[in-house]
């Protein structure tokens, strides 16, 4: 049996702009998503489609973290829901960030929990941020979601993609036992890619699933896709602007329909 969306009661934060304050500088954070069946846009995780995210500001430690999960869709022919899967390790990965400082370790104690609870089957890429005291962004990956940051009109890091092959990203998985038998991808915790960045005022990160990065085809359009963000920054688009602009350009120009999430962030300087 799967189990039921009732069964699921969220605990994100899902209003339309996040502010945290550090030592040096001030992050907003905005979320704008959209399923491949809907047309307008949203900020509830629980209305993306098989996406999933999270976004908490932890003011006591003036520090933020952030995440994104892709459901993988196959699922659906097994009776399976692969969003209730995305749904859930997002989940799991907020109370996690609650309490854990370490993305990697968010990700590792969030699927765990997941593996712990009855019914939750199928599979999920995920991505992780972390941005501390420090202004120090410290990523966790697994799967072909990720981010990039553009500073001056050029995106100077961005994540690594993890895909088993052409077709199919690595994947965090809980297989039902009576379907063994498809070999299903079950990407270990040890492929989770850890890196860490600092970060400068006037930064912005872009943080999505593959419905965005899907539709940018090589570094040409990434650096076009860099340089029409920095300019709706310089015209003082906000972080729901921003990305509610790229969510549209993406679905305007999908190789095939897909969910879309994307979390914006701005660095300024206090």
Not at 143 to 158: A, L, V
Request: proline share 4%.
């Amino acid at each position: 049996m799967i189990c039921s969306k009732s069964l699921y009661t969220p605990t994100f934060e899902n209003t339309n702009t996040n502010t945290f304050k550090n030592k040096r500088f001030n992050i907003k954070s905005s979320v704008c998503a959209v399923s491949k069946n809907n047309i307008e846009a949203t900020n509830n995780p629980l209305n993306c489609g098989e996406d999933s995210f999270y976004l908490n500001v932890c003011r006591k430690y003036n520090t933020i973290s952030m995440g994104v999960a892709d459901g993988v869709g196959g699922w659906n022919e097994f009776g399976i829901s692969p969003a209730l899967f995305a749904r859930q390790l997002m989940d799991n990965a907020y109370n996690e960030s609650i309490i854990e400082d370490n993305p990697k370790k968010i990700i590792e104690n969030a699927y765990t929990n997941l593996l712990n609870k009855p019914n939750i089957f199928g599979s999920s890429t995920c991505c992780i941020l972390y941005i501390d005291a420090d202004n120090v962004l410290h990523s966790a990956n697994i799967g072909d979601s990720g981010w990039i940051i553009i500073r001056d009109g050029i995106i100077t890091s961005r994540s690594s993609i993890q895909k088993v092959d052409v077709y199919c990203p690595k994947q965090l998985a809980n297989i039902p036992p009576h379907l063994n038998h498809i070999n299903a991808i079950q990407t270990p915790l040890t492929d989770i890619d850890y890196t860490t960045t600092e970060l400068l005022p006037n930064d912005i990160i872009i943080m999505a699933t593959d419905g965005l990065w899907d539709n940018i085809y090589n570094d040409a359009n990434y650096d076009v896709l860099a340089k029409k963000v920095y300019a709706l920054y310089n015209e003082k688009c906000t972080p729901h602007g921003i990305a509610n602009r790229l969510l549209y350009n993406a679905k305007s120009c999908w190789k095939k329909p897909d969910d879309i999430t994307i979390i914006v962030s701005i660095v300024t300087r206090k």
